[in-house]
């Protein structure tokens, strides 16, 4: 079990709030104090488990939940300095993700709520990428614009306010992490994808290979990054037919420039359209310094700000979890006993 944990300073009296994600392949646990301090975060990841098969295989991935969830919320008790009778809330993710290893969170998050009766919130696993924002700056001003890339969704959401999301577009087919963690098997760099095409793609030249950009001029906010990903197999396919080599930095810095260049041109159009001073990056993908890089400088140019967390909470961790949680909280939006895990859940429902 590889354990990486953040502590925040200190701390005074206050609602500690404690968090649990399990969406996917890390254990997360983390307690906050007053939806804004991180006392700790404490994730334990399966990386090296899933190395080996490329990918994460769900029954693994909720076995190990299993066995490291106890020893994640102890270690983040501890580290928070906090006892079970200093807590005020659970927030657990419910869904989307993988229905094995949400179960595992949800029961344990339950069955503590009802041990020491304490109020229950299930939290969207987006809308808790998106509350990783407010754990860098408290005080986000309203409206708010996010682009949310990760593995398994890329959206743009407008946010009106504390648990008022609007989905303004959304991926028709693959997510952006998804079409990379794809090429990035294909190209043989192993398992997770997003960071490995990300480092070989400095190596490269962007304009090697002409790819396609699709949706990048159509008036909406939609996203579509299969037709990208099978154009690079495709690429790679033929190549191979024909005996020919293929320069792999090329291909995928090739590649991270059309999923980049839609990213920022979408986002770019909706903050000027939408009126938004103030755009946040959320998601596994948006720890991607190349995307950070290109969407600060292109807000930049029509005076609009970009807001990124920490790459350690762009990750899934049970920190942004928990301030998603204390939001709904103080809305008074808890769960009832009968929470179950929702793996399709849709975003603003």
Not at 61 to 82: Q, W
Not at 278 to 299: H, P
Request: charged fraction near 20%.
């Amino acid at each position: 079990m590889s354990i990486f944990s953040l502590r925040g300073p200190a701390h005074a009296a206050g609602r500690f709030i404690l968090g649990l994600e399990t969406s996917c392949d890390e254990t997360s646990a983390a307690v906050l104090q007053d939806g804004r301090v991180i006392l700790s975060n404490v994730i334990s990841s399966q990386v090296p488990t899933h190395q080996r098969f490329g990918g994460v295989v769900p029954e693994i991935a909720s076995r190990k939940h299993m066995e490291n969830i106890t020893v994640v919320v102890d270690e983040a008790l501890r580290e928070a300095g906090v006892t079970w009778n200093d807590l005020t809330a659970v927030a657990v993710t419910a869904g989307p993700g993988l229905v094995g290893a949400l179960l595992v969170g949800v029961a344990y998050a339950k069955g503590v709520a009802l041990a020491r009766s304490l109020p229950l919130v299930g939290v969207h696993h987006i809308e808790g990428h998106i509350y990783a924002n407010f754990l860098s700056e408290p005080n986000l001003p309203f409206p708010l614009l996010c682009l949310v890339v990760s593995g398994g969704h890329t959206h743009l959401v407008e946010l009106s306010g504390h648990g008022q999301l609007r989905i303004l577009g959304a991926t028709r087919d693959d997510a952006a992490g998804e079409a990379y963690d794809k090429v990035a098997r294909a190209l043989g760099l192993g398992y997770p994808g997003g960071p490995l095409v990300e480092k070989l793609a400095r190596e490269g030249e962007a304009g090697a290979y002409p790819l396609p950009r699709a949706l990048q001029q159509e008036d909406g906010y939609d996203f579509s990054f299969s037709g990208l990903k099978s154009a690079v197999l495709n690429l790679l396919n033929r190549a191979k037919q024909k005996g020919e080599t293929i320069n792999r930095e090329n291909l995928a810095a090739s590649f991270q420039e059309a999923v980049v260049d839609v990213l920022v041109e979408k986002t770019r159009r909706a903050a000027r359209e939408r009126d938004a001073s103030t755009v946040l990056l959320a998601g596994g993908v948006a720890a991607n310094g190349y995307l950070r890089l290109r969407l600060a400088k292109a807000l930049a140019a029509e005076g609009r700000r970009l807001v990124v967390p920490p790459a350690i909470l762009c990750t899934d961790n049970a920190a942004m979890i928990a301030c998603a949680g204390y939001h709904r909280l103080m809305a008074g939006e808890t769960a009832a006993a009968d929470l179950n895990a929702l793996a399709d859940w849709p975003l603003g429902t």
